[in-house]
């Protein structure tokens, strides 16, 4: 069976960054595309950042644009996503997702119903 399990996550201040990491193991998913979203308290789930099999093709959030980026390193089968210049509305748990891309290795999915396995989530609090 597929597991996702993120790490990074913590306390970091105002203006300051962090860098999660989504390890994939166990079972097989032919193809994977990534994607992290997060959920604040109180908020529903929202797509932060999504890359591509391939690792051609990404996409952001416009809230996020600028200040996130994800990549990805196929050999450890991981998912990364560095954060920059972080603010408290930022606060929320990140999750990482994975779903296979079948025949469309440059696709990259916005949308959480897309995605059939799911991390438990890394905490990500942002101090003013």
């Known amino acids: 069976q597929v597991q996702l399990v993120e790490s990074g996550g913590g306390l970091v201040q105002a203006g300051g960054s962090l860098r999660l990491s989504c390890k994939v193991s166990g079972g097989t998913i032919t193809r994977p595309a990534m994607g992290w979203f997060r959920q604040a308290p109180g908020k529903e789930r929202e797509f932060v950042a999504g890359?591509?099999?391939?690792?051609?093709?990404?996409s952001y959030s416009d809230s996020v644009k600028g200040r996130l980026t994800i990549s990805r390193d196929s050999a450890k089968n991981t998912v990364y996503l560095q954060a920059n210049n972080l603010n408290p509305e930022n606060t929320a748990v990140y999750y990482c997702a994975a779903r296979p891309s079948a025949y469309f290795p440059n696709s990259v999915y916005r949308n959480p119903t897309e995605y059939r396995c799911w991390g438990p989530g890394t905490q990500v609090t942002v101090s003013s």
């Open positions: 890359i591509s099999w391939s690792s051609s093709f990404t």
